[in-house]
């Protein structure tokens, strides 16, 4: 089995005022200053606390994993040269890349990538899901690591528990486990991961000490952050590294946004807004890059709690109920949603995998039709003829078209009786209350960049706990489903395996955990003399970025 499948306006001054950007532009030869913006921040620059996008961009261009998925989404070498199991099926061997500084001129060997994956996996970590499978990680020699795997739930050590067991995925679950310096995070008191659901604050969280190609030069959150060329890169002579200065400026504003590329304050922007892209498209030097993302967006419902807190039912929870879940299901009209808020920009879609992703059919990809007559009855049967009140959690700066998504859906609910209140926020205020289970209705989009559908059951589907389900928010639990999720790691036979996530998905189809809205299009602006494709990761990597003049 291959490990991934390809597959209004606002005046100028205004724009400048919001933005506050560096000067010089993509015209000098010698030195070239990208201005980059996009809706959202960076949640945190501590490279484990936070596994999400816009967080995982930013820490690309300062820190580095063992292995990297270039621009084309193929798996290359990063900070390990080679990979492959040993004799040993159940150990991995790594080779390190040698000469390798960071950025305040410590060595990189492999004491980093030991202390860097114990680190991962602390319970702060938002990236330990990615590591279930991960058992003893042991240095060798100062370049050389071997990473042991166990069965899911397993690990080494001198307490080891379960037994080794292949896991012919490992490689793949790595681009984003980003390799931290021990010797600078024990100077500062970073061995452990900031808790960004408690709001902590932390040396790691503010502060960098990475490989890449860039070095922090000064970061205000949700304001601007700069980075300049890293003078000691290793990849010097093997990327184009034509970008040698880098001011990040989040502007949520979709408007303002726009006008900051029309005017040329802004050279790359992630997110064009839908209704702007003739726009940009049609603007002297300026080209719009777009293509399918590897994200789809959806609905969750916590069917687990006995009662709401945000409804008007006493005693009992409507999502609980199959027939209340399979009528919100049916209640969302995906194609209007494309219409009228995507402007055709999406992909209606009925599975909360995207078409790039081992384990996504066709099949499974089908939705219903609107139907708010047969959803009425379902809500009859359940209990609920007058319907009921619930409250939908929101983010407004991390999607596309994000809360006009959820004002869309507000309207439908309304057809067949559920009376929703919309409560929308930075995605830094909504993502942990999914992450505490405080939110009973929220709105939330999720990539795959393993490529493989274990990634969306590791977090999104099992039971919620300290390794596994860490962003399932619908408090559904099913043993069988778990057993099944959690032998996925170590599963050899590519038969029996994808069988397995079949059964999985057509179990996780019926119990309908979450609604499916849409596989998300990616539309990058920049300016004309920009080289730079479309990253169905919508992750960025100026080191790979050219220039044509």
Same mark, same amino acid.
């Given at each position: 089995m291959p490990l991934h499948r390809k597959f209004f306006l606002v005046p100028f001054s205004a724009a400048a005022l919001a933005l506050g950007l560096a000067g010089a532009g993509v015209d000098s030869a010698s030195a070239r200053t990208l201005n980059w913006a996009r809706a959202g921040d960076s949640l945190t620059l501590d490279p484990h606390a936070q596994n999400e996008g816009p967080t995982?961009?930013?820490?690309?261009?300062?820190?580095?994993?063992?292995?990297?998925?270039?621009?084309?989404g193929e798996v290359i070498p990063a900070l390990a040269t080679s990979w492959g199991p040993t004799d040993d099926p159940t150990i991995w061997e790594f080779k390190l890349r040698k000469g390798v500084t960071f950025h305040n001129g410590n060595p990189f060997t492999a004491d980093d990538v030991v202390f860097s994956f114990d680190r991962a996996r602390h319970a702060n970590s938002d990236m330990k899901g990615l590591l279930t499978s991960v058992g003893k990680v042991s240095k060798v020699d100062d370049h050389t690591v071997h990473i042991q795997t166990f069965a899911a739930g397993g690990h080494g050590g001198d307490d080891a528990v379960g037994e080794p067991a292949a896991n012919p995925l490992l490689p793949v679950n790595l681009t984003n486990l980003f390799i931290m310096d021990k010797e600078w995070a024990e100077a500062?008191?970073?061995?452990? #991961?900031?808790?960004?659901?408690?709001?902590?604050?932390?040396?790691?969280?503010?502060?960098?000490?990475?490989?890449?190609?860039?070095?922090?030069?000064?970061?205000?959150?949700?304001?601007?952050?700069?980075?300049?060329?890293?003078?000691?890169?290793?990849?010097?002579?093997?990327?184009?590294?034509?970008?040698?200065?880098?001011?990040?400026? #989040?502007?949520?504003?979709?408007?303002?946004?726009?006008?900051?590329?029309?005017?040329?304050?802004?050279? %790359?922007?992630?997110?064009?807004?839908?209704?702007?892209?003739?726009?940009? +498209?049609?603007?002297?030097?300026?080209?719009?890059?777009? +293509?399918?993302?590897?994200?789809?967006?959806? %609905?969750?419902?916590?069917?687990?709690k006995a009662d709401l807190a945000t409804d008007n039912v006493q005693g009992k929870n409507p999502f609980a109920d199959r027939r209340v879940r399979?009528?919100?299901?049916?209640?969302?009209?995906?194609?209007a949603i494309k219409r009228v808020v995507?402007?055709?920009?999406?992909?209606?879609? +009925?599975?909360?995998?995207?078409? %790039?992703?081992?384990?996504?059919?066709?099949r499974l990809d089908r939705f219903p039709s609107p139907d708010n007559a047969k959803a009425k009855q379902l809500l009859s049967d359940a209990g609920y003829p007058n319907g009921f009140e619930i409250t939908l959690n929101c983010p407004n700066d991390r999607y596309i078209n994000d809360e006009a998504i959820c004002q869309a859906a507000?309207?439908?609910?309304?057809?067949?009786?559920?009376?929703?209140?919309?409560?929308?926020?930075?995605?830094a205020q909504h993502f942990p209350l999914i992450g505490k289970l405080e939110s009973e209705f929220y709105m939330l989009g999720w990539g795959v960049p393993t490529f493989d559908s274990e990634y969306v059951f590791n977090f999104l589907v099992h039971t919620k706990g300290e390794k596994f389900g860490t962003w399932n928010g619908t408090g559904y639990s099913n043993a069988a489903v778990d057993r099944l999720i959690e032998g996925l790691a170590t599963e050899t036979n590519i038969t029996k395996r994808d069988a397995n996530i079949a059964k999985i998905w057509a179990q996780v189809q019926r119990d309908i955990l979450y609604v499916p809205i849409h596989h998300q299009v990616l539309n990058w602006g920049m300016d004309d003399s920009i080289i730079f494709p479309v990253q169905p990761e919508d992750q960025p990597h100026f080191k790979f970025m050219r220039f044509s003049n």
């Open positions: 995982h961009a930013l820490a690309h261009q300062i820190y580095e994993p063992l292995l990297l998925r270039d621009t084309a500062n008191n970073a061995q452990v #991961p900031q808790n960004f659901a408690d709001s902590e604050r932390t040396f790691s969280s503010n502060n960098t000490n990475g490989t890449g190609a860039y070095v922090l030069v000064s970061r205000e959150a949700d304001v601007k952050t700069v980075l300049k060329s890293n003078p000691d890169y290793w990849g010097i002579g093997e990327y184009p590294l034509e970008v040698t200065e880098i001011v990040y400026t #989040p502007i949520k504003s979709a408007p303002t946004r726009v006008a900051a590329l029309l005017s040329g304050e802004a050279h %790359f922007i992630q997110d064009v807004p839908v209704q702007d892209l003739r726009r940009v +498209g049609a603007a002297d030097g300026l080209r719009i890059e777009t +293509g399918p993302q590897n994200r789809v967006i959806f %609905f969750g419902m916590n069917q687990g399979q009528a919100v299901l049916m209640t969302i009209d995906r194609e995507m402007r055709n920009q999406s992909i209606p879609a +009925g599975v909360i995998a995207p078409p %790039f992703v081992n384990g996504w059919t066709h507000v309207g439908m609910l309304a057809r067949i009786g559920i009376t929703v209140s919309l409560d929308s926020r930075p995605k």
